[in-house]
């Protein structure tokens, strides 16, 4: 490959036509079908783009917009003019590093606290993965210390880069935690916050051994927790 020789790869065709579509202009998850043959990359390379700096909205981080369009806000390092992107964290953290923010944070997902080749309580079947993840977004400035580093599963870090959503201040969230429900689920939090992570509690332990029983011992289970429950409601 000479200098200059943009491969048409399908991740350069998606660059090329978001900025085709241009800074303040929307355009539908069908048109960008259209444009790249290899659809089914669409998902992760828009994902590819937005490491590269590429601010592109949807409709979670943008109620005005439908659930089928985007809305290009900025159009990051120019892959498809041939550009190379500086940094894009997970590729540039060496192994030595790696293993120290592993095993710093326990080889356990900092998000929703599986462990590196376990199950996922609602995908038994599913093993994780671990990567590196960065807490303060690559494309909001974070930078690749180990303060802004720890393990997330593939599964997190992938919703997590799908989440363009600016951070939110001191006072919004010290004020969802002061509004979380029970006394027992602020000393929840607290406990998660103390450890770093969310750390898989009783519930979440009983709610697996119950999957993984029968399906008639779990409806017959159910039956009689709930007379349980919500008799306890009631009185
Ligand atoms: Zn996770």
Redesign the pocket.
């Known amino acids: 490959m000479t200098q200059g020789d943009v491969r048409r790869s399908s991740k350069v065709l998606v660059a090329e036509y978001i900025s085709s579509v241009g800074e303040g202009n929307k355009f539908t998850k069908l048109e960008l079908y259209k444009a790249v043959p290899d659809f089914s990359q669409v998902d992760r390379r828009m994902r590819d783009l937005r490491e590269c700096g590429w601010v592109i909205d949807n409709y979670k981080v943008n109620p005005s917009l439908k659930p089928d369009e985007y809305l290009v806000q900025k159009l990051g390092v120019r892959i498809d003019l041939g550009e190379r992107p500086i940094s894009s964290g997970r590729r540039t953290i060496g192994g030595a590093k790696r293993r120290r923010i592993f095993e710093r944070d326990g080889n356990l ?1 900092s ?4 462990s590196a080749g376990g199950s996922y309580p609602d995908a038994p079947d599913r093993r ?1 993965v671990l990567t590196i993840g960065h807490i303060h977004a690559v494309a909001h400035g974070g930078l690749d210390d180990d303060s802004n580093l720890r393990a ?2 593939q ?3 992938d919703e997590a880069r799908d989440n363009t959503t600016p951070p939110l201040s001191y006072e919004n969230v010290l004020s969802h935690a002061r509004n979380i429900g029970s006394k027992k689920e602020k000393a929840r939090l607290l406990s998660w916050m103390i450890a770093q992570r969310r750390t898989p509690d009783d519930v979440e332990r009983v709610f697996l051994e119950w999957r993984q029983l029968p399906r008639d011992q779990r409806e017959r289970l159910m039956a009689a927790f709930s007379t349980q429950v919500l008799g306890s409601v009631e009185g």
Request: hydrophobic share 25%; glycine share 10%.
């Open positions: 997902c998000i929703c606290g599986v994780a997330e599963c599964r997190c870090n």
